[in-house]
Nanobody, 122 residues
Framework: QLQLVESGGGLVQPGGSLRLSCAAP????????IGWFRQAPGKEREGVSC????????KYADSMKGRFTISRDNAKNTVYLHMNSLKPEDTAMYYC???????????????WGQGTQVTVSS
């Protein structure tokens, strides 16, 4: 069992930036593809970005390209989501998920975190 813990959310003004972190206390993220997802109230969960274990494959949802950057530091056992030029419509609960080797890269998820809230408002 892999526990995922997200952090870094908060209230930010439009145009601002945040960096979200996904950590795995007591476990290791190094062997997993990690994805970021978000869900706004009344809306379905949507994929934001994902990164393979070696960082060789990185994907973004179209609406996040150029504004969000995913990265990982396997030595620190942490995956990051850098979010710039935030908009009110980016307001959502953000979750990270881990997909094991049996899944295709960015194709399936075995573990989920509890989420961190991001609110973009003036």
């Amino acid at each position: 069992q892999l526990q995922l813990v997200e952090s870094g959310g908060g209230l930010v003004q439009p145009g601002g930036s945040l960096r979200l972190s996904c950590a795995a206390p007591g476990g290791t993220l190094a062997y997993f593809t990690i994805g970021w997802f978000r869900q706004a109230p009344g809306k379905e969960r949507e994929g934001v970005s994902c990164i393979s274990s070696s960082s060789s494959t990185i994907k973004y949802a179209d609406s996040m390209k150029g504004r969000f950057t995913i990265s990982r530091d396997n030595a620190k056992n942490t995956v990051y989501l850098h979010m710039n030029s935030l908009k009110p419509e980016d307001t959502a609960m953000y979750y990270c998920a881990a997909g094991g080797a049996s899944r295709g890269i960015c194709e399936g998820w075995d573990y989920w975190g509890q989420g961190t809230q991001v609110t973009v408002s003036s």
